[in-house]
């Protein structure tokens, strides 16, 4: 059984870019969850969705958005990137809503 | 919205002590879970405890739902357990649903050889 999987590992942007960031659920899993984790602080919850469908969403601006797929994969993107977005973004699926989240290594952004 | 607080925020041990790590929570949970962080960042599930006593190894969890707390054991600690401890719940719902999980400020654990 994979995982949860997300892609790049490490990523370098200037600010002002755009980034997306991808996470790959584990089998049988449809629900996903993106966490941005600051250094020295525990991860804060973005957004999650549901069977395609945003279920809840974080205290962050609009210029994070997200997107999941059919085989419940799912795309983080950010745009008008500034300095403060630089952290570490996980990713997390479960089988259901409340059901225990198993996350990914993690996507570390820098932005310049 | 719900509070979670993680106590002792740092903690240095002697290889072979034992350890108790506390979650206090101020609102009632559907969902709790302990992990481990790995000096890569990797987030290791320890326990998926909304309530009751588990025990994995030389690691073992009590939540007690009704007073709203987590303690999280560490028996014969090894250098392998350092790291940041973190203890994460999701609130109960009333209408609609919300399965996002809220996370404490973690317990950063240094075990000495």
């Known amino acids: 059984e994979t995982g949860v999987t997300q892609s790049p590992t490490h990523l370098i942007k200037t600010r002002g870019q755009q980034v997306t960031l991808r996470c790959s659920s584990q089998?049988?899993?449809?629900?996903v969850s993106w966490y941005q984790q600051a250094l020295g602080q525990g991860p804060q919850f973005i957004f999650q969705y549901y069977r395609e469908e945003e279920n809840g969403r974080g205290n962050f601006p609009p210029r994070f958005s997200g997107l999941q797929f059919p085989n419940y994969s799912s795309e983080l993107n950010v745009n008008a990137l500034e300095l403060d977005d630089s952290a570490l973004y996980l990713c997390a699926s479960s089988e259901g809503l409340a059901d225990e989240q198993y996350f990914g290594p993690g996507t570390r952004l820098t932005v310049t | 919205g719900i509070q979670v607080e993680q106590s002792p925020p740092d903690l240095i041990l002697q290889e072979g002590a034992n350890s108790t790590l506390r979650c206090n929570f101020s609102d009632s949970v559907n969902n709790l879970q302990w992990f481990h962080q790995n000096p890569w960042g990797q987030l290791i599930n320890l326990f998926y405890?909304?309530?009751g006593t588990k025990q994995n190894g030389r690691l073992s969890a009590t939540t007690v739902a009704t007073e709203r707390y987590s303690l999280l054991y560490i028996s014969s600690s090894q250098t392998t357990d350092s790291g940041v401890y973190f203890c994460a719940v999701v609130t109960k719902w009333y209408g609609g649903s919300q399965g996002n999980l809220i996370f404490g400020k973690g317990t950063k654990l240094s075990v000495k050889p």
């Open positions: 089998s049988g899993h449809n629900t």
């Open positions: 405890i909304p309530s």
